[in-house]
């Protein structure tokens, strides 16, 4: 097996979808193999090739390019990959701004207006 090629496998987050990234030096034999046993398409805002998570099936990887190159898929094992951060607009806020106003004794409310 040609030790020369290797393809680097890794997790990241790509227009809001978990993908699998594919890097490797340019090689066209490995351009179409990808492309035609994986269905990888190429980014280029992440300059590389990817897979979407659902569609990636690693067994099925190894075996296209048995042979052909040397994958590297120890970025797949890794438990701290980056997890994608939540969009704020999207968490809700854990109280309600008119409740707690409610709540709040009449003796509380004198020292508030105290400070400001």
């Given at each position: 097996?040609?030790?020369?090629?290797?393809?680097?496998?890794?997790?990241?987050?790509?227009?809001?979808?978990?993908?699998?990234?594919?890097?490797?030096?340019?090689?066209?034999?490995?351009?179409?193999?990808?492309?035609?046993?994986?269905?990888?398409?190429?980014?280029?805002?992440?300059?590389?090739?990817?897979?979407?998570?659902?569609?990636?099936?690693?067994?099925?990887?190894?075996?296209?390019?048995?042979?052909?190159?040397?994958?590297?898929?120890?970025?797949?094992k890794k438990r701290n990959n980056k997890q994608p951060m939540p969009n704020p607009g999207a968490i809700?806020?854990?109280?309600?701004?008119?409740?707690?106003?409610?709540?709040?004794?009449?003796?509380?409310?004198?020292?508030?207006?105290?400070?400001?």
């Amino acid at each position: 097996m040609p030790t020369d090629r290797t393809i680097v496998l890794e997790k990241a987050r790509h227009r809001d979808n978990m993908v699998v990234t594919l890097r490797f030096e340019y090689d066209q034999q490995l351009i179409d193999r990808v492309k035609r046993e994986a269905g990888a398409r190429w980014s280029q805002t992440m300059g590389c090739w990817y897979v979407p998570e659902e569609q990636f099936d690693l067994h099925t990887f190894f075996e296209a390019l048995k042979g052909m190159a040397y994958v590297d898929y120890s970025g797949l094992k890794k438990r701290n990959n980056k997890q994608p951060m939540p969009n704020p607009g999207a968490i809700k806020p854990r109280y309600n701004l008119k409740t707690i106003k409610s709540q709040v004794s009449p003796g509380v409310k004198e020292q508030i207006q105290s400070f400001k």
